[in-house]
């Protein structure tokens, strides 16, 4: 029931540099709309406050997809800024909760993209929480979800065993057709595809 996805991050995409330099843009397949997103200083928010290639090049893949995104209800796991759950919703989902673990300063940073981006997805309900992995039970793991998105979750060994627990938790709850896409960029020296699945494994995955 799980289908992990390997994007090989060979790919160019649509996304620019905005004036400001604290800013990335993602262009959403029709080219009327752009995502704008802000990002934050690595002293301030750590490895979520930029929009890294995986989720450059997931938000690619569901550009291919739209059609199946439309109405859906979307959970994002570490979202960062937002940019794949946001994304989402520009394609047309109906409900998009983006998640990260619970630093204030991650979460309102997801909080400001929400806001900066909100007439794109005008009748969508998108909201942000925290939400821990392999932790604390939390009600967003019973809700009836149709995707889990999750972009460079995988880069580092030490959190995918938990990453890989929220998952199953995720699935074992879930009444609906859930969908689990990950975007996983190889490093040689952690987080490797191989690592990802043996602990998909596991988990029973």
Not at 24 to 31: D, K
Not at 60 to 65: E, K, Q, V
Request: hydrophobic residues 45%; glycine residues 8%; charged residues 20%.
């Amino acid at each position: 029931r799980v289908a992990i996805l390997e994007l090989v991050l060979m790919l160019p995409i649509d996304v620019s540099k905005h004036p400001n330099s604290d800013e990335t843009e993602l262009v959403v397949p029709n080219h009327s709309k752009r995502l704008q997103l802000r990002m934050a200083a690595f002293d301030r928010v750590g490895s979520g406050g930029i929009v890294w290639h995986a989720a450059k090049v997931l938000c690619r893949w569901l550009s291919s997809t739209a059609d199946e995104l439309r109405g859906a209800r979307v959970l994002e796991l570490g979202c960062g800024t937002g940019a794949c759950g946001l994304y989402a919703a520009a394609l047309g989902a109906s409900r998009v909760t983006l998640t990260d673990d619970d630093r204030p300063a991650l979460l309102d940073l997801a909080r400001s993209n929400v806001q900066l981006n909100a007439a794109l997805y005008p009748t969508a309900v998108v909201d942000v929480q925290p939400l821990v992995w392999g932790g604390r039970a939390s009600a967003l793991l019973a809700a009836q979800w149709e995707w889990v998105l999750g972009a460079d979750l995988t880069y580092i060994r030490r959190g995918i065993d938990d990453l890989f627990r929220t998952l199953r938790e995720l699935l074992w709850r879930s009444h609906a057709a859930l969908r689990v896409v990950l975007a996983h960029q190889d490093r040689m020296d952690n987080g490797t595809l191989d690592e990802v699945r043996i602990s998909a494994h596991a988990a029973g995955l």
